[in-house]
């Protein structure tokens, strides 16, 4: 499973579509009350507790949630996502459109736009950045995991490849080829990797020199050097004192920033953030514990609870450990966790027990599932049939970090390590950091047994369970190592390629019941409406489903 989040646009829709795509940007039509405050009397500086460090400033290769908050602030995409909600809306894109065979998509572009290093955006410049992203070689293509799933393959595999090639038809318009019809196209181009960056500045700082380090990537200096066309730049990443800095982007196309200065300041704990919300030392700040909303509100803070457009999951390893190949082994897991209690005594009101790898909002979603009931006893005699009693399972969870669909990793390892270990499994306990080490782990397959989400980046089945199982990798090894794997990812792929939303809706309830009934390669935990505080003194934030929140139209009160 990837480690990073209905739009549907099928071929048959075409028409439809393109009046969508052509509809004008309503950025700021959203709730962005800025107050009655005069501008004297609104601060410069919107500080906002981050829960992790970013790993990086190009979101090219970026995978998690911290650093995505970032980028976002900094680069823009040809499409983007309507502030509060899950639907795409036109960025840099005016416009596009298919052809007829849904093959080849033209961009009309918006003119008189440049990057914060002064040089123009343009149809050239777009091509210039496919070119980029799919000219990856080497240790830049395990980086690049967001191309990889999306896109198939690089230049050297085109055959495996959605994307084809890109035209400059003039200095406003880019045609775009790719090579099969997918429902997540171009719906995939609202996602922040996919952003536009300036080619001038990539290759000044040969931006495509990744090379592998360790287990992880080391990155070239244009990672730590961006140069999009949002709103802010980077002025400073000071990791001493655990700051990240933007500043005001005076090249800006759109209405300038409502405050000049975000600092991002990066406290793991989230105890720690809400006592510096309380002290004034930041001013907004994500995921507060469920069980400090009505203390945080009863404080005179905001708090706005996203809907629950994410799942919690349990991932399995049987690639490190065979025993987890059985069947009756992963359902004997399942069984074992009292999913209820964590749900209810961990996460907010409208929190839901899961029963497939989506939540009920997207389309797919199979309503004739149940979850799997909590019954050690069932458990129990699982194991004793498949000769595992006793078993050991190292048992993994992420440190330094809350994520949206699991507030406290930490908690929620206890409470399941306890009932694993009262059905007679031994558990090993593992962590690391988040962005020191865990999720680097997790994709390499160091854990039998791990703790890990998704929050969706687009409102489409294929964006949750086709992200987790249809691209089989060597590091897929929840399905890899399985045989049926490569017949799960095939129909996955067939899925998405229906053109009729009702035929493909049907294809992907009957995935989801297989997936839960005869594969079960990790276990789906819960669905969790994750919030977002600020101070009273902040005006002008609109909470994401997505969690993709910009701050361009924030103020801050004296």
């Given at each position: ?102 093959l080849s998509w033209t961009f009309k572009l918006k003119q008189g736009v ?445």
């Amino acid at each position: 499973m990837m480690l990073k989040r209905k739009v549907p646009i099928a071929l048959m829709a075409a028409a439809a579509l393109t009046v969508t795509a052509c509809a004008e940007s309503d950025r700021d039509s959203g709730d962005t009350d800025t107050g009655t405050a005069a501008a004297s009397d609104l601060k410069d500086t919107f500080t906002f507790g981050a829960a992790g460090a970013p790993e990086l400033f190009d979101p090219f290769y970026a995978t998690d949630g911290e650093t995505f908050r970032v980028t976002r602030q900094i680069h823009q995409g040809l499409l983007g996502v309507k502030p509060g909600s899950a639907d795409v809306q036109p960025e840099l894109a005016e416009s596009w459109e298919p052809s007829a065979d849904g093959l080849s998509w033209t961009f009309k572009l918006k003119q008189g736009v440049k990057f914060s290093d002064g040089e123009p955006f343009n149809a050239e410049a777009v091509c210039a950045n496919f070119t980029r992203m799919f000219e990856q070689k080497g240790a830049g293509q395990t980086a690049a995991e967001y191309w990889g799933y999306f896109f198939g393959s690089f230049s050297d595999k085109p055959e495996g490849s959605l994307y084809k090639s890109c035209q400059a038809q003039d200095e406003s318009t880019a045609v775009v080829q790719i090579t099969r019809t997918t429902s997540s196209f171009p719906t995939i181009l609202s996602l922040d990797s996919f952003s536009m960056q300036s080619p001038k500045a990539l290759q000044a700082g040969d931006a495509n020199n990744v090379v592998a380090q360790g287990e992880g990537f080391k990155f070239p200096e244009y990672a730590l050097n961006p140069v999009g066309v949002g709103p802010y730049k980077l002025e400073k990443y000071d990791e001493a004192n655990k700051t990240v800095t933007l500043v005001a982007n005076d090249t800006y196309y759109g209405d300038p920033p409502k405050t000049k200065t975000i600092v991002f300041k990066i406290i793991a704990d989230e105890s720690t953030r809400r006592q510096e919300l309380q002290a004034g030392s930041i001013d907004g700040y994500d995921l507060p514990n469920p069980v400090d909303w009505k203390g945080l509100e009863d404080e005179g803070n905001k708090v706005e609870v996203r809907p629950a457009f994410n799942i919690l999951y349990m991932g399995l390893n049987p690639k490190k450990n065979a025993q987890l190949k059985d069947l009756k082994v992963r359902q004997a897991l399942y069984h074992a966790l009292n999913r209820d209690q964590m749900v209810t005594s961990q996460l907010p009101e409208g929190a839901k027990v899961a029963s497939q790898f989506m939540p009920d909002t997207v389309s797919g979603y199979n309503d004739q599932l149940q979850p799997y009931p909590y019954d050690p006893e069932k458990a129990k005699a699982l194991l004793k049939e498949a000769g595992a009693e006793g078993m050991t399972l190292q048992f993994a969870y992420p440190t330094e970090v809350s994520r949206p669909y699991m507030p406290d990793p930490q908690k929620i390892h206890d409470a399941f390590k306890k009932d694993l270990e009262a059905v007679g499994i031994k558990v090993e306990v593992v962590n690391k950091p988040w962005n020191g080490g865990y999720l680097d782990d997790v994709n390499v397959g160091k854990y039998d047994a791990f703790l890990l989400g998704w929050t969706g980046d687009y409102n489409a089945a294929d964006n949750f369970v086709g992200t987790f199982f249809a691209n089989l990798e060597e590091n897929d090894f929840q399905t890899i190592a399985m045989p049926w794997g490569k017949t799960l990812a095939d129909d996955l792929k067939k899925a998405d390629a229906i053109v009729d939303e009702g035929e493909r809706e049907a294809a992907y309830q009957k995935i989801n019941q297989q997936i839960a009934e005869e594969y079960l390669p990790g276990l789906p935990i819960s669905h969790s409406p994750p919030a977002l505080v600020t101070s009273a003194k902040v005006s002008g934030l609109v909470a994401s489903p997505l969690t993709a929140e910009t701050f361009d139209t924030v103020t801050v009160a004296e």
